[in-house]
Nanobody, 117 residues
Framework: QVQLVESGGGLVQPGGSLRLSCAASESAYRDMNTIDWYRQAPGKSRDWVARITNTGDTNYEGSVKGRFTAFRDNAKNTVYLQMNMLKPEDTAVYYC??????????WGQGTQVTVSS
């Protein structure tokens, strides 16, 4: 059974940092094609934020480029989103989204990030 468990959200002041984690089951991580990060603010759509592929390539949405970094730890079957220089507009529920070989897709449960003074 594929599981994605997210953690790392919280309350941080503007300019601060948080690191989100998305831990996958071993089989899912092994078969990973991509893991994307999305976020959804209250009353808004779920928007794409970043991607990391099974080869380690990354892509970022324009407003987070240079502030957010996606990386992975293969020994822990975990993908991370390091978020620096956080702004109030980064406040949202963040989700990881896994696509494995064969096209099956899975979502994490989401983790709340609040940027406020």
């Amino acid at each position: 059974q594929v599981q994605l468990v997210e953690s790392g959200g919280g309350l941080v002041q503007p300019g601060g940092s948080l690191r989100l984690s998305c831990a996958a089951s071993e089989s899912a991580y092994r078969d990973m094609n991509t893991i994307d990060w999305y976020r959804q603010a209250p009353g808004k759509s779920r928007d794409w934020v970043a991607r990391i592929t099974n080869t380690g390539d990354t892509n970022y949405e324009g407003s987070v480029k240079g502030r957010f970094t996606a990386f992975r730890d293969n020994a822990k079957n975990t993908v991370y989103l390091q978020m620096n220089m956080l702004k109030p507009e980064d406040t949202a529920v963040y989700y990881c989204h896994l696509v494995v070989r064969g096209g099956h897709q899975y979502w994490g449960q989401g983790t709340q990030v609040t940027v406020s003074s």
